[in-house]
T-cell receptor
Framework: GENVEQHPSTLSVQEGDSAVIKCTYS??????FPWYKQELGKGPQLIID?????GEKKDQRIAVTLNKTAKHFSLHITETQPEDSAVYFC?????????????FGTGTRLQVTL | GAGVSQTPSNKVTEKGKYVELRCDPI?????LYWYRQSLGQGPEFLIY????????DSGLPNDRFFAVRPEGSVSTLKIQRTERGDSAVYLC????????????FGPGTRLTVL
């Protein structure tokens, strides 16, 4: 089955700096890659996703890049703010047209300091 | 509109007891997922429903775990003869249709088995 690895496990940046979180996946059939943000005591919330037919997607301060050949994808957050502090999870899914399960990474705890 | 809701938010039980965890998906969503999140880990897939039937139950760890969705809306995850290793946050997610779609997560139920 699919295996998703995520690094780093913790990341501390100063407010205004950029943060990068990286994930690799094992199943070359995976073609959908969402990123979720989880705040304490809450469920994961989708922040951005990318499909394998594009290499990059951007939404304001957040961007995701995908390298299908290397089977890795990354989350980039620019101009970080204290409210970006949370745990971030990458995930992968094989989309065959019908709904299916997500395989998650182990998470990155991002701390944005003032 | 209302998101995915889960009850109870916290459940403490003793080893060997039976528990039921409830999920109310977003109104009109036909697909419903259960995941389990252990401390410091990403969510792990348990089971997925399309309508009333379980389309994929490959993530259920053993036959002590069972889930139902009798009317295609609310779902209940049932755990028999609970063990300390069952302690985790149980997350429910729903998506709009049977096609591969965004999964929206609830806040989870924190289960503690003493």
């Amino acid at each position: 089955g699919e295996n998703v690895e995520q690094h780093p496990s913790t990341l501390s940046v100063q407010e205004g700096d950029s943060a990068v979180i990286k994930c690799t996946y094992s199943d070359s059939a995976s073609n959908y890659f969402p990123w979720y943000k989880q705040e304490l005591g809450k469920g994961p919330q989708l922040i951005i996703d990318i499909r394998s037919n594009v290499g990059e997607k951007k939404d304001q301060r957040i961007a995701v890049t995908l390298n299908k050949t290397a089977k890795h994808f990354s989350l980039h957050i620019t101009e970080t703010q204290p409210e970006d502090s949370a745990v971030y999870f990458c995930a992968a899914r094989v989309d065959t047209g019908t709904a299916s399960k997500l395989t998650f990474g182990t998470g990155t705890r991002l701390q944005v300091t003032l | 509109g209302a998101g995915v809701s889960q009850t109870p938010s916290n459940k403490v039980t003793e080893k060997g007891k039976y528990v039921e965890l409830r999920c109310d998906p977003i109104s009109g969503h036909t697909a419903l997922y259960w995941y389990r999140q252990s401390l410091g880990q990403g969510p792990e897939f348990l089971i997925y429903f399309q309508g009333t039937g379980a389309a994929d139950d490959s993530g259920l760890p053993n036959d002590r775990f069972f889930a139902v969705r009798p009317e295609g809306s609310v779902s209940t995850l049932k755990i028999q003869r609970t063990e300390r290793g069952d302690s985790a946050v149980y997350l429910c997610a729903s998506s709009q249709s049977w096609v591969a779609d965004t999964q929206y997560f609830g806040p989870g139920t924190r289960l503690t088995v003493l």
